[in-house]
């Protein structure tokens, strides 16, 4: 994927040469945007209106729960925009891989608006995991650390305020901030139909497992599989679609949790997917 470039030449004739990374498919971009512009429009539309949400959110968030809601509100937008940077450029594979991470997030906020009291959790986790990072840099170079020693001093203080609310019956401090599976969370927010495929298609692609390494490969004329190299149009569509879809969930969540007034228009651009599913 990268292109050799002659940089200059050497005293004996011979030209020194280095691969330039490629930061994108320029030449697929119309293409891209003429099959698939009735979906690249309407998730763009939603990540404007998202936008407009979240700092409309942010400045009336009094809650911790709200508060977190607004950050995962975030992380799911940006998943939005990433996923059509990757599926501009044909690389429909790797924005599925994001639209994983947008499923948890809108997940997670719907959670917290079942659960608003887990919101401190989702905060307070984050001193056990600077311990864990603490730990690990302790272990792996400790001759070389340069934490000084009134930081170790406060991450371990932290840590013991914190870490009984996160230990269970066996005295192990768990690895997440919230006590269940997130197909324990996608369930109770009513998602398992979501995690059962989509997210599970997802985690194949993300893990290469067989399935996910499926996705770097096509079938010829004749039903030989062959390799479909970048770009390709080949799970685009699917994963512009799933973007809006999420972020349509995790805008609503947002709606609701923090009473805005956007209600008519949500319900007006979720017509914008059915439309652009039948360009």
């Known amino acids: 994927m990268s292109e050799i470039h002659d940089l200059r030449f050497l005293r004996g004739g011979a030209p020194a040469q280095c691969a330039r990374p490629v930061f994108g498919f320029e030449d697929f971009w119309p293409e891209a945007y003429s099959e698939f512009r009735g979906l690249f429009d309407a998730v763009g ?8 949400m979240v700092k409309a959110a942010e400045e009336s968030a009094d809650e911790p729960s709200e508060k977190v809601i607004c950050a995962l509100s975030r992380a799911t937008i940006t998943g939005a925009v990433e996923v059509i940077l990757l599926c501009g450029n044909g690389c429909g594979a790797g924005a599925v891989k994001i639209v994983r991470g947008m499923c948890e997030s809108q997940w997670l906020a719907a959670y917290l608006r079942l659960h608003p009291e887990e919101a401190v959790d989702f905060r307070e986790f984050s001193k056990v995991i600077l311990w864990r990072r603490l730990k690990w840099l302790q272990g792996y ?53 979501q995690y059962d495929l989509p997210y599970a298609i ?18 010829d004329d004749d039903g030989e599989v062959i390799p479909n190299p970048l770009p390709s149009k080949v799970w685009v569509r699917t994963a512009l679609s799933s973007a809006y879809t999420n972020l349509w969930f995790a805008l609503k969540t947002l709606n609701d949790s923090c009473e805005l007034d956007f209600c008519q228009r949500l319900v007006a651009v979720q017509e914008a997917l059915s439309s652009a599913e039948t360009k």
């Not at 539309?45 to 407009?52: A, F, M, T, V, Y």
């Not at 997802?202 to 096509?218: D, K, P, T």
């Open 202 to 219: 997802a985690c194949s692609i993300h893990h290469n497992n067989f399935e996910g390494l499926s996705a770097l490969f096509a079938l």
């Open 45 to 52: 539309d939603l990540i404007r209106l998202g936008d407009e």
């Open 141 to 193: 170079d400790p001759v070389h650390v340069s934490v000084k020693p009134e930081e170790v001093k406060r991450v371990e203080a932290d840590y013991d305020a914190v870490k009984d609310r996160f230990t269970d019956r066996r005295g192990n401090v768990r690895h997440q901030w919230h006590k269940k599976p997130i197909a324990a969370i996608a369930e109770e927010v009513g998602r398992k139909r």
